[in-house]
């Protein structure tokens, strides 16, 4: 064959098919030489580029993109700053397990240890927080490699993958006839059937079991065999992480979060039960390291990951399978025995118990949430955004110290992305990323993001690009001029407030969403609140309620880091 009649494209377009084959929609990013041919790979499809402000709210919307839609969400940077940038928002993928696959550029071949412009060695940082580093050194290999990239983000526990394409990769021209594009899905769920019986005799000798279901739960879609399961046997199910609203809090055997901070019957069900089965969910801070567990209860714990299985407590029955197989299989043992009524009868009295708790619990709750206070209680906020936030596809974001806190104890989850937060890292920032995210994927649900004046200083100016991208979203500011959560602990470590740390100056910021051509309300008496967020959603555009808070009232999440601290959770 005659060099002419040799076929030739440059490499970086390679990009558009591997992309269009996996399923890509949405590129999340800030523009960079060194990667706008991945962006231009792009743009005649019908895949969409969001350009953010910061490179760390580009990974923090493809994390939201791999949490909503369980398939991994794209961010593209420029080497160097543009990497560094996304390393919060990659650790927070890393501890949540949210699939998400960054791709960086790389100066050329020759360029590295020269003292170029922005040079450095990207994949030693990054390598401790990712599932897989990638280096792609081969253009021919390029959908090689992103094929590789979706099944580590993808396969078994989900998570963070890094793919580096240096510039010379990209631009080189390559013979067509000698491009590798393997394409691999990996589908296989792992279950064994001989773990089925085994769980259910430790359930039968039980007399006060419970369930908590985690994000393990929800990659597995395992909602509805969980349904079951509690249905057949009279067992309560709590819901934790990215489960919450899998089933929802509305369900007579859902007996909502988790989380002992919530007000409610986990605490008492959390010191009690006899029988704990762990779904796809790790033992960590969220359950206090399951350290407050009945010395003699039963652990069961299903994990798709072998390795998560054991941390921080002995597991009575360890079962490395997919949450979803596992109980199916459970329901189909319970039907084969005929044991559903038994055992519903059996559990009876704890269900009574935990149900009359959880009443009295929730009336107790009430002076915070329908307080009258001005300024006004942050319980009496939330619970307002809660009782307007009443649709099944309903998204509520929660960003900050003490106010995600807030959202954690009063928020109504029907159905999974009732409710957002950064997760186990703790990483301020993200809300607003995410609410755009969240508008972007589900552009006819309503979005609110609640936080607080310390987080929202972070990206605000992403309030441009919900703007200039389209996505209307309301963010309700619960202002106490304070780093709330800092200043809690100061004040019980010291008995005050180091001067010129936690405190922070009155900002009109509804002003300030108005000058970017958005709504802006200022909220000052809590019967106003409801009112506002009639107001905001009714204007179909960005908005803003400054809403003003008691900076006086510890949160729960203050109250539970006090706890963790003074070694009493």
């Known amino acids: 064959m005659s060099d002419s009649a040799i076929e030739t494209k440059k490499a970086w377009e390679l990009i558009t098919d591997a992309f269009l084959d996996k399923g890509v929609e949405f590129l999340f990013t800030v523009p960079g030489e060194s990667i706008s041919p991945v962006q231009r790979a792009v743009e005649d499809t019908p895949i969409k580029i969001i350009a953010a402000r910061h490179e760390q709210s580009a990974a923090f919307m493809a994390e939201t993109y791999g949490r909503m839609t369980r398939k991994p969400g794209i961010v593209v ?31 050329p071949a020759k360029a590295p240890d020269r003292l170029g412009l922005q040079d450095m060695k990207q994949a030693p940082i990054i390598q401790t927080i990712v599932k897989k580093v990638l280096e792609c050194r081969c253009a021919e290999r390029i959908p090689d490699y992103i094929d590789m990239a979706f099944r580590y983000a993808m396969g078994g526990r989900p998570g963070p993958v890094f793919l580096e394409l240096p510039i010379d990769v990209l631009d080189a021209t390559v013979r067509v006839d000698q491009v590798v594009k393997p394409s691999t899905r990996v589908e296989s ?40 399961f509690v249905e057949k046997t009279g067992i309560p199910v709590f819901t934790g992480k990215f489960a919450r609203g899998l089933i929802s809090d509305e369900h007579p055997m859902c007996f909502e979060s988790s989380v002992g901070l919530r007000p409610g019957c986990a605490p008492l069900a959390t010191i009690d039960s006899d029988c704990i089965i762990i779904l796809g969910t790790r033992l960590c801070l969220y359950n206090a390291n399951g350290d407050f567990y009945r010395r003699d209860a039963k652990l069961i ?66 002076f915070q949430t329908e307080s009258n206070a001005v300024p006004i209680n942050p319980g009496r906020l939330t619970a307002e955004i809660d009782a307007f936030m009443d649709r099944e596809d309903d998204i509520v974001v929660a960003d900050g110290g003490d106010l995600p806190g807030w959202v954690l104890i009063t928020r109504t989850s029907r159905a999974p992305w009732n409710e957002m937060t950064s997760g186990l890292f703790g990483c301020l920032g993200c ?55 800092t200043a809690n602990s100061m004040k019980s470590k010291f008995k005050h407030h180091v001067p010129g740390t936690v405190q922070l100056d009155y900002v009109p910021y509804q002003e300030m969403m108005k000058a970017l051509g958005g709504v802006g309300i200022l909220v000052e008496k809590p019967e106003d609140i409801r009112p506002a967020l009639e107001e905001a959603f009714a204007s179909g555009k960005t908005a803003v309620i400054n809403v003003m808070i008691d900076a006086e009232i510890m949160g729960p999440a203050s109250a539970g880091l006090a706890m963790v601290n003074t070694g009493e959770f």
């Open 77 to 107: 940077v420029t080497f160097g700053p543009g990497f560094t940038n996304t390393i919060s928002a990659i650790q927070n993928a890393n501890m949540s397990n949210s699939p998400l696959i960054v791709i960086a550029g790389a100066h």
């Open 301 to 366: 714990q299903v994990d798709i990951e072998p390795e998560e299985i054991g941390r921080n407590q002995s597991i009575h029955l360890p079962v490395f399978g997919d949450v979803a197989r596992v109980m199916d299989g459970c329901n189909q043992w319970i039907d084969q025995n005929n044991a559903s009524d038994e055992l519903k009868a059996r559990f009876a009295p704890w269900l009574e118990a935990l149900q009359t708790e959880h009443k009295e619990k929730k009336e107790l709750a009430k």
């Open 431 to 485: 809300g607003l990323p995410y609410a755009n995210a969240a508008k972007a994927i589900r552009p006819n649900s309503r979005v609110m993001l609640c936080i607080g004046d310390g987080s929202v200083g972070f990206n605000f100016m992403e309030l441009e690009t919900s703007i200039r991208k389209g996505l209307p979203i309301v963010v309700v500011i619960g202002n106490n001029n304070l780093w709330g959560m």
């Open 189 to 228: 769920r792992p279950y064994d059937p001989a773990d089925v019986p085994k769980i259910m005799e430790i359930v039968g000798q039980s007399e006060k079991p419970m369930v908590i279901a985690g994000s393990g739960a929800y990659y597995s879609d395992a909602g509805k065999d969980i349904t079951a």
